[in-house]
Nanobody, 121 residues
């Protein structure tokens, strides 16, 4: 079994910052790409940022220059530092990781349960 658990969400004023964390645990042989996605009320889930196992990053245009994704491979953890938050960033943020389980040769995508981020004054 594999589990992803996010933390760090909450209520923040416009212009503020939050740091999200996502820890993967379980029968993990290897983790490839990890990423953050978000889903605002009434909208489709969208990509926020991804990072490969080698550290190559990719960002949605809407968060470039404000958000930073990073990972600690030794801790099976991915982070999302969010600065200069705006109300449009309000959403449930989900972590996703491509994970190869012990005894398997191919990876599958696993999702966390989501953490709410609300940007409001």
């Amino acid at each position: 079994q594999v589990q992803l658990v996010e933390s760090g969400g909450g209520l923040v004023q416009p212009g503020g910052s939050l740091r999200l964390s996502c820890v993967a645990s379980g029968s993990i042989a290897r983790i490839y790409a990890m990423g953050w996605y978000r889903q605002a009320l009434g909208k489709q889930r969208e990509l926020v940022a991804t990072i490969t196992s080698g550290g190559t990053t990719n960002y949605a245009d809407s968060v470039k220059g404000r958000f930073t994704i990073s990972r600690d491979n030794a801790k099976n953890t991915v982070y999302l530092q969010m600065n200069s938050l705006i109300p449009e960033d309000t959403a449930v943020y989900y972590c996703k990781a491509e994970i190869v389980r012990w005894g398997y040769y191919r990876g599958n995508d696993y999702w966390g349960q989501g953490t709410q981020v609300t940007v409001s004054s």
